[in-house]
């Protein structure tokens, strides 16, 4: 089994390497709910299989052999996805065995391009409030800023993380809440920088972001 990546696989005429150790959503085909699953990538046998580790709390019962899934992972700062299914699973370790791909397509990170703004925001993140600013933002997502106080431990933020985050729009006095997974993570001891997707916007807040846009490219 490999001990750091994978050996390369193709991504038209490049060669990519998937990292040990990171976070990855598999979408396991046959799952009545569809949804996501945060898998961590250990290692692989290529070109038989490739093992993630999943949640301690995940369900297996639906789990089938020949199961179809989804996998999106990042390597080398672009996310990538691929189709494979289910050989073996090891519930005493949370361990799936899945076929090992031989061909990956890359997706883009954002949905549109974000638009740079400085809008102080608060986050829930370890279930702490940290107050930092939003520095980009678009309709679909943003990215996060904070300054790491002295007393908070930092761990690693994975990606499909839920997020809590409340900010104001220029114009509005009163802040908006909202919903998010984490999509990408970029921190030092420092500082801390979450690319953020959101989630089920009201339809009020849809408008007012839209607005809140639209002047800052007559701006720009």
């Known amino acids: 089994m490999s001990q750091d990546t994978t050996p390369p696989i193709k991504h038209g005429d490049q060669a990519i390497k998937l990292p040990v150790g990171e976070p990855a959503s598999l979408t396991f085909s046959n799952d009545p709910k569809e949804k996501e699953t945060e898998g961590i990538f250990v290692g692989s046998e290529p070109p038989k299989y490739t093992i993630f580790r999943l949640p301690s709390d995940f369900n297996s019962a639906s789990l089938k052999k020949g199961q179809p899934l989804g996998v999106k992972c990042a390597a080398s700062g672009n996310v990538y996805t691929y189709n494979a299914s289910v050989m073996d699973y090891l519930e005493k370790y949370k361990l799936v065995f899945i076929s090992y791909p031989q061909t990956v397509e890359q997706v883009p990170l954002r949905k549109e391009d974000r638009i740079g703004c400085c809008i102080p925001a608060t986050a829930n993140v370890q279930k702490r409030a ?15 800023n904070v300054k790491i106080p002295p007393t908070f431990k930092l761990q690693r933020v994975s990606v499909l993380t839920d997020i809590d985050l409340s900010l104001s729009l220029s114009g509005y006095t009163d802040p908006q809440a909202l919903k998010g997974k984490v999509r990408n993570t ?3 001891e420092f500082r801390i920088a979450l690319g953020i997707e959101f989630e089920k916007l009201e339809d009020q807040f849809v ?5 809140f846009i639209e002047r800052l490219k007559t701006l720009q």
């Open 207 to 211: 408008k007012r972001l839209s607005d």
């Open 130 to 144: 940290l107050k930092g600013l939003v520095t980009d933002i678009s309709y679909h997502g943003c990215q996060f």
């Open 186 to 188: 970029n921190f030092d």
